[in-house]
């Protein structure tokens, strides 16, 4: 059993940047692949970035490419997301996500059923 604490989000002004950060309880962290979703009002929870057990591959939706990285620090159970240069579009809630994905491909990757636990979500919010 993993739980997953998301914390980071926040009000910010288009162009901006914030740091989420997803906690990991356990000690079998590096086991599982680790992912960002994000769900919109009205919308229906999206992929965002997924990062591979060592941290060596990454997948990121066309959206955010070149604006958002994700990193993994395995000795603190972390995952973290970067968001830079913030549109109002990329307003949701963003849930980190664990899973022992043992498919590949970004296919596989963006794909919610792939995981297991999920965080509670934490807000952003981006003013035009």
């Known amino acids: 059993q993993v739980q997953l604490v998301d914390s980071g989000g926040g009000l910010v002004q288009a162009g901006g940047s914030l740091r989420l950060s997803c906690a990991a309880s356990?000690?079998?962290?590096?086991?599982?692949?680790m992912a960002w979703f994000r769900q919109a009002p009205g919308k229906e929870r999206e992929f965002v970035v997924a990062?591979?057990?060592?941290?060596?591959?990454?997948y990121y939706t066309d959206s955010v490419k070149g604006r958002f990285t994700i990193s993994r620090d395995n000795a603190k159970n972390t995952v973290y997301l970067q968001m830079n240069s913030l549109k109002p579009e990329d307003t949701a809630v963003y849930y980190c996500?664990?899973?022992?994905?043992?498919?590949?491909?970004?296919?596989?990757?963006?794909?919610?059923?792939?995981?297991?636990?999920w965080g509670q979500g934490t807000q952003v919010t981006v003013s035009s």
């Open positions: 356990g000690r079998t962290f590096s086991v599982y692949v």
């Open positions: 996500a664990a899973g022992r994905v043992y498919c590949s491909g970004y296919g596989c990757y963006a794909s919610p059923e792939k995981y297991d636990y």
């Open positions: 990062i591979d057990r060592r941290g060596g591959s990454t």
